[in-house]
């Protein structure tokens, strides 16, 4: 098989997410995706993956490729990504963070509903737990479950002073299984503005660097975006790509 240039944004939140705009809805995000010339996207949303399925349905037979993915926090109040290729894998991984989340309930009234619906948009039901919340379990055992459900382990928004690894802790904990790292730069970035970043956080010097837009609403969905060279839409090949391996590549930044 040859190997396709593809444009991706891995990071996008539907309305399950208490953040997020009512219009984030699986229809209209893989109708918002195919508009921007996108690929592949993959549906994170916070401690939560009930509407990937519903996104991966809705995607079918359009030109997107949907990743079922979770964005979980840490103990130390950090976001990993976890992208995975089928919905069963990232809602293992979601049984897992719910059973370290606090058990509280959501307050929509301050934090905002969490709505799980179908493919087509149609209310299924609240979730009312509190998904905006830390889960006690460390970045380091994250990325290791995350693995075990067969997903690729992102940190994400690495740099930002809220929620960012390096942000955060300061540092990538030693010897870290992540094959790369989500970055936020501001919109017009070019590979001059990634190599400053990489002054600022030396380690991100040895480390690969996606983009993503971290949608929460349809017009955001593509406006950060990374491209890989790759046979196939999925997690191992991804893997690939960011390893570089059997001509497998990512573009940092064009
Ligand atoms: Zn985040
Ligand atoms: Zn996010």
Same mark, same amino acid.
């Given at each position: 098989m040859a190997l396709r240039r593809c444009s991706m944004d891995l990071h996008i939140h539907t #309305? +399950?997410?208490?953040? $997020? /705009? #009512? /219009?984030?809805i699986p229809e209209l995000i893989i109708l918002q995706a195919q508009r921007s010339g996108l690929d592949m996207i993959a549906v994170c949303d916070h401690n939560a993956a009930e509407n990937a399925g519903a996104c991966i349905t809705a995607a079918c037979g359009s030109t997107v490729k949907v990743l079922a993915g979770i964005e979980c926090e840490s103990r130390e109040g950090v976001h990993v990504l976890g992208i995975f290729d089928r919905a069963e894998n990232a809602l293992q991984l979601q049984d897992f963070i719910w059973s370290r989340l606090p058990a509280e309930p959501n307050r929509p009234e301050f934090f905002g509903a969490q709505m799980v619906v179908d493919a087509s948009g149609e209310f299924i039901r609240f979730n009312d737990r509190m998904l905006a919340a830390s889960a006690d379990a460390s970045v380091e055992e994250l990325v290791q479950r995350i693995r075990e459900a067969d997903g690729l382990p992102l940190p994400a928004h690495v740099n930002k002073t809220h929620a960012g690894l390096l942000g955060v802790l300061g540092l990538m904990p030693e010897g870290l299984d992540v094959p790369a790292v989500e970055v936020f730069l501001p919109p017009g970035s070019d590979a001059q503005t990634l190599a400053k970043l990489r002054t600022t956080?030396?380690? +991100?010097?040895t480390l690969k660097c996606i983009r993503s837009s971290? $949608?929460?609403? +349809? /017009? /955001?969905?593509?406006q950060s975006r990374s491209f890989v060279w790759v046979e196939s839409r999925s997690v191992g090949e991804l893997e690939l790509a960011f390893d570089g391996r059997l001509g497998r590549s990512l573009e940092e930044l064009c």
């Open positions: #309305v +399950l997410s208490p953040c $997020a /705009e #009512v /219009e984030m956080f030396s380690q +991100l010097e971290d $949608a929460h609403r +349809l /017009e /955001e969905i593509g």
